[in-house]
């Protein structure tokens, strides 16, 4: 098993910049894969932004060149840095963790963290 447990959001104006931080623990393999996925009232979880151990990312439309992902492999620690931030960023931030054992893929979830950006 893995757990999650993420940190650093809050309520900010907009324009305004936040850090978010996930560590994980547990039993973590050398293939995995974290991210960060948000879930605005009334609407689907969507991804943010993706890294690999080698550091690999990609990134939704609506936040490239505002957010950068980020990861230290040797904490387990995938972080999400935000800048300019819209009102519409506005949502419950999950961190994501995935790995794959003998072609079955587990998702591992935090709890979320609220981020709440103002006008």
């Known amino acids: 098993q893995v757990q999650l447990v993420e940190s650093g959001g809050g309520l900010v104006q907009a324009g305004g910049s936040l850090r978010l931080s996930c560590v994980a623990s547990?039993?973590?393999?050398?293939?995995?894969?974290m991210g960060w996925y948000r879930q605005a009232p009334g609407k689907q979880r969507d991804l943010v932004a993706g890294?690999?151990?080698?550091?690999?990312?990609n990134y939704a439309d609506s936040v490239k060149d505002r957010f950068t992902i980020s990861r230290d492999n040797a904490k387990n620690t995938v972080y999400l840095q935000m800048n300019s931030l819209k009102p519409e960023d506005t949502a419950v931030y999950y961190c994501?963790?995935?790995?794959?054992?003998?072609?079955?893929?587990?998702?591992?979830w935090g709890q979320g963290t609220q981020v709440t950006v103002s006008s």
């Open positions: 994501n963790l995935d790995q794959t054992v003998l072609r079955t893929t587990s998702h591992y």
């Open positions: 547990g039993r973590i393999l050398s293939n995995n894969v």
């Open positions: 890294c690999t151990r080698d550091g690999s990312t």
